[in-house]
């Protein structure tokens, strides 16, 4: 009953879940998260490198994600792209519950490490 109308409430109607609706997170939300794991997954880049940037296929609830990104030199090139991979199936997979099954790293550019004059 409501406070001074007498009127009685009906009991909230429950939706099976099925029938809810669903929860759409945009491409571009899932690149985002990519990009961000891609630089947590790489040491501290050179002033002048560019941050990684990712692109995303979203379909069913798979993601395809590739990752463009600058390294310094040297380096093992292999590693860190493997840990990139890693990072971003992982990372993408745990935010928001999709499978990846395909990262492709694309190194754009290496950065010579500085070295003073001799």
Not at 12 to 24: F, K, N, Q
Not at 62 to 88: F, K, S, T
Not at 94 to 109: I, N
């Amino acid at each position: 009953m409501t406070a001074g109308t007498g009127a009685v409430r009906p009991a909230p109607v429950r939706v099976p879940p099925g029938e809810r609706g669903a929860t759409r997170i945009a491409d571009r939300v899932v690149a985002k998260i990519a990009a961000q794991a891609a630089r947590e997954a790489l040491p501290p880049l050179p002033a002048d490198a560019a941050a990684p940037h990712a692109t995303v296929v979203v379909h069913r609830a798979a993601a395809r994600v590739r990752v463009r990104l600058e390294l310094g030199y040297p380096c093992d090139i292999g590693a860190q792209c493997a840990a990139v991979r890693r990072q971003v199936a992982e990372r993408v997979g745990a935010l928001v519950d999709m499978a990846v099954p395909e990262v492709a790293v694309q190194v754009e550019r290496l950065h010579p490490a500085a070295r003073g004059r001799v």
